[in-house]
T-cell receptor, first 114, second 115 residues
C-alpha cells in the first residue's frame, strides 16, 4: 500500500537560515513525488515534483527537493528561508501504475522567525 | 486561466439540511478530485473522476455523500442530510494526465459549517 510520512508536525527556522522539511514514502515501483504548500484559508499550491531523471528537482519560490531512492525520501529544502515561507507543507506520492490516487502526508507547519 | 473555481466559499447550514458544493475544473484537465480537510483527519480523498466518470469513491464516508460530474466543466458534491461532523473544508482539484504533468491544481475550498 502507498503511504507518506512527514515526521515533523512543525519546523521552526530563523530567517536567512536553510530549511528542510522531511518526507518519506512507501510505494511499489518508482514513485511520482510532489510537494505542495498551503497558506491560511487557501487551497494547496503545487511547488515541485519528481517524476523521473535528475534526483534534485527545483521548484517555485526557490524551493528544491532531493529524491533519494535508497532512503525512500523526498525532503524539501531551501537555502535561505523567508518569513513569507511560513505555511503548511504537504508531501504527496502516487504510484505510476494502476490507480491515479494521490496519497498526501499529514503536513508540516513551517514557521520562519524574523 | 482562472484556475479551479469552487462555490460557495463558505456555507453554514443546520443539521439535516442538504448541502451542494460546486466545482469548475481547469479547462482541458481530464481528472477531477474531491478532498476534505479537517484538523483531526488531515486531507482525505473522497472521490475522483476521469473524463467525467467516477473512478474511485472509496473515500466517500457514507451514503449521505454523493458526487456527480455531468460534463467536463462542472462537478458537484452533495451531502444529504448534513451532520455536524461533516464540518470541514472541501477542496476540488483537477489535473491533466500527461508525462510532463500529473500535478494537481486545487481550488480555494469551501468551508462548511453544520450546526
Amino acid at each position: 500500500a502507498q503511504s507518506v510520512a512527514q515526521p515533523e508536525d512543525q519546523v521552526n527556522v530563523a530567517e536567512g537560515n536553510p530549511l528542510t522539511v522531511k518526507c518519506t514514502y512507501s510505494v511499489s515501483g518508482n514513485p511520482y513525488l510532489f510537494w505542495y504548500v498551503q497558506y491560511p484559508n487557501r487551497g494547496l499550491q503545487f511547488l515541485l515534483k519528481y517524476i523521473t531523471g535528475d534526483n534534485l528537482v527545483k521548484g517555485s519560490y526557490g524551493f528544491e527537493a532531493e529524491f533519494n531512492k535508497s532512503q525512500t525520501s523526498f525532503h524539501l529544502k531551501k537555502p535561505s528561508a523567508l518569513v513569507s515561507d511560513s505555511a503548511l507543507y504537504f508531501c504527496a506520492v502516487r504510484s505510476p501504475s494502476g490507480t491515479y490516487k494521490y496519497i498526501f502526508g499529514t503536513g508540516t507547519r513551517l514557521k520562519v522567525l524574523a | 486561466d482562472a484556475g479551479v473555481i469552487q462555490s460557495p466559499r463558505h456555507e453554514v447550514t443546520e443539521m439535516g439540511q442538504e448541502v451542494t458544493l460546486r466545482c469548475k475544473p481547469i479547462s482541458g484537465h481530464d481528472y477531477l478530485f474531491w478532498y476534505r480537510q479537517t484538523m483531526m483527519r488531515g486531507l482525505e480523498l473522497l472521490i475522483y473522476f476521469n473524463n467525467n466518470v467516477p473512478i474511485d469513491d472509496s473515500g466517500m464516508p457514507e451514503d449521505r455523500f454523493s458526487a456527480k460530474m455531468p460534463n467536463a466543466s462542472f462537478s458537484t458534491l452533495k451531502i444529504q442530510p448534513s451532520e455536524p461532523r461533516d464540518s470541514a473544508v472541501y477542496f476540488c482539484a483537477s489535473s491533466f494526465s500527461t508525462e510532463s504533468s500529473y500535478e494537481q491544481y486545487f481550488g480555494p475550498g469551501t468551508r462548511l459549517t453544520v450546526t
